[in-house]
């Protein structure tokens, strides 16, 4: 079933990168919290979607662009969490930092993982403890890699005080910034060691990203050292966290 779910996050990437491509103005749009929505969010949703019921008609999807009501998910113990376009901002200003994140949840833990950042020919999942990544055609496994001084990844969009105030805190390090669900790939193949978040994500956000940085040997905790936990629940937002080494 990985296989078949890398296959459709890259069905959705050639979707979203016909609209990134194409000559036209982008047409966006905003939703109630104020975050933009393109026609290449919309066109990858209906792609997951319907590969989804078709590979695992059984199992329930929880969507950024269709996410049930609390009513009918409450009880979810087994279920996709997809974001057909991490990094809508990225896609927008046309800097390829985006993503298709594709997770399955298993009482609470992403068990499957699937990132893909169609612009730059990047594919990385996971299952379980083992994760890959694929580039040009060459799939490689991927573990964390200690370094000393660190390299500290970073929201290319999302950087606050309380962000900035860790930084200095830290010691001698350097810093990468980078959009979407990409952070918890640099740290899962070993180019950086820490991906540090203070301000709000959704739940769909992580769940892809967390589940390669498992694979890979990392570990993704609040700032009380829990581990995130996608057990449904009413609001769909994130504590802040951590991406760390064991």
């Given at each position: ?176 910034e980078i959009g979407s669900s ?51 629940r009413e609001s769909f937002l ?9």
């Amino acid at each position: 079933m990985l296989q078949q779910i890398c296959e459709l996050a890259q069905e959705a990437g050639y979707a979203i990168m016909k609209i990134y491509n194409a000559q036209a103005p982008l047409q966006v749009q905003h939703k109630s919290d104020d975050s933009p929505v393109t026609d290449a969010d919309i066109a990858a949703h209906k792609i997951i979607e319907a590969g989804l019921s078709r590979i695992t008609p059984d199992i329930p999807q929880l969507s950024e662009e269709d996410p049930p009501l609390w009513s009918l998910r409450q009880n979810w113990q087994r279920y996709w969490l997809i974001d057909p376009l991490d990094g809508t901002k990225e896609f927008i200003n046309r800097n390829g930092d985006f993503t298709v994140n594709i997770a399955l949840i298993e009482n609470g833990v992403p068990v499957m993982g699937v990132v893909y950042a169609p612009a730059k020919g990047l594919l990385y999942y996971a299952q379980g403890n083992q994760a890959w990544k694929e580039e040009a055609g060459n799939k490689l496994p991927i573990q964390v890699h200690d370094a000393k001084p660190p390299v500290i990844v970073i929201s290319r969009s999302h950087q606050d005080s309380e962000l900035m105030d860790y930084l200095r805190q830290m010691g001698e390090h350097t810093t990468v910034e980078i959009g979407s669900s990409l952070k918890f790939c640099l740290v899962a193949e070993g180019k950086a060691q820490l991906y540090p978040r203070f301000g709000p994500t959704n739940i769909w956000d992580t769940a892809a990203g967390h589940a390669v940085a498992i694979g890979a040997g990392a570990k993704v905790v609040d700032w009380n050292g829990q581990t995130l936990d996608y057990t449904p629940r009413e609001s769909f937002l994130n504590p802040g966290f951590r991406v760390i080494l064991f």
